[in-house]
């Protein structure tokens, strides 16, 4: 025969009791395998050891309530996962050519595309690296991850992205496009939306959604945060108002109302200026540098080295004043 045909079509293999079970679809007339993994009591799982045959393999890893580690070889050119709380990371075989893995996260093959980033991860912070483009349907869902920053290469969010994560804070870069529909839905504890775009004008729409720029119309569609707090650029505050409003009159039926508070960034977007690492650039930056300098503060958090002579102190606290007054009298500001 030209090709070895891979029918099983519905064999259940039970490795050992209450471990892991594999069901094995019929495949006879796909060049990929499809296995469904039940993975009740592993903690980690090697996809390798359930490869029998040549070609591509499809796995979906669902009621997974122990597992913390998936190793992916190879062979594995999809992988979807379900129910697994304390999965803390994945990792992908160099040889792979579809998939890849970044720090426990799970890629496409060339970066550009976060496909799942595990419910568990060891830290409260993600910084997503330069590079990626789109950050794919569902991938922080339920996530326990408190604090995202995406890249400026990011250009696209798709639908329900941080679906009932306990995302607190997020950065959206400027490059991004789209209504980003529903991309905390469900999240009940988002407090900080920080906005990098100063090209954003959407006071020439009015209604849904029919609107000329349609970027972040659909946002905070059904999320269940009471109240979230707005950092925008400076330079066009009054759009995001304006956005705020079509929000507020857009709230989507059975979704409670949304307290919105607009903060301008009045110092900028040189994040070059952000000692403390928050991703806003303001007062708490000079007072998180000050007491760096005054050794009042000795954790890694801070950042400082303005000057580049690998030492943190008192020149670098000159750089980072004439650099505020420098701002403020720019923008004709206060």
């Known amino acids: 025969m030209k090709n070895r045909i891979f029918s099983i079509i519905v064999s259940i293999l039970l490795l050992t ?20 993994l039940l993975a009740e009591e592993f903690s980690q799982v090697d996809l390798s050891d359930y490869i029998t045959e040549d070609g591509n393999y499809s796995f979906r890893i669902f009621s997974c309530e122990k597992l913390e580690v998936i ?10 996962i379900q129910g697994c709380a304390t999965l803390r990371q994945i990792n992908v075989s160099s040889e792979n050519n579809t998939l890849s893995s970044n720090g426990g996260v799970l890629f496409d ?7 799942y980033f595990p419910s568990s991860y060891p830290n409260k912070e993600y910084i997503a690296p330069e590079g990626v483009k789109e950050i794919k349907k569902g ?7 408190s604090t995202v920053k995406l890249p400026d290469s990011l250009i696209t969010i798709d639908s329900r992205a941080f679906a009932e994560s306990k995302l607190e ?24 939306v920080i906005f990098y775009d100063t090209s954003y004008a959407p006071d020439t729409f009015t209604s849904f959604p029919k609107e000329p720029d349609y970027r ?19 330079e066009n505050v009054e759009s995001y108002k304006n956005t705020v409003s ?15 508070t607009v903060i301008p960034m009045n110092y900028g977007y040189d994040m070059k200026y952000d000692t403390n ?7 708490a930056d000079v007072i998180s540098l000050n007491q760096f300098i005054l050794g009042k503060k000795y954790d890694d958090s801070v950042s400082g080295d303005l000057n580049n002579d690998q030492i943190i102190d008192s020149f670098d606290m000159i750089i980072m004043r004439q650099y505020f007054s420098s701002y403020l009298e720019k923008n004709n500001l206060e």
């Open 169 to 192: 804070r997020v950065v959206i870069p400027a490059n991004v496009r789209g209504k980003c529909e529903s991309i905390f839905y469900g999240c009940s504890s988002l407090t900080d």
């Open 277 to 283: 690492n928050d991703s806003v650039i303001g007062i």
């Open 71 to 80: 190793n992916v070889p190879e062979k594995v050119t999809e992988l979807e």
């Open 109 to 115: 093959k060339s970066g550009e595309i976060l496909m």
């Open 246 to 260: 079509i929000w507020e009159n857009n709230r989507w039926g059975e979704v409670d109302k949304i307290d919105f």
């Open 216 to 234: 972040y119309s659909e946002m905070f569609k059904y999320s269940l945060s009471p109240k979230i707090n707005l950092y925008v650029p400076c």
């Open 17 to 36: 009791p209450n471990s892991l079970s594999v069901y094995s679809e019929d495949m006879s007339n796909s060049e990929t395998k499809r296995i469904d």
């Open 139 to 145: 991938a922080f869902t339920q996530d326990n991850i």
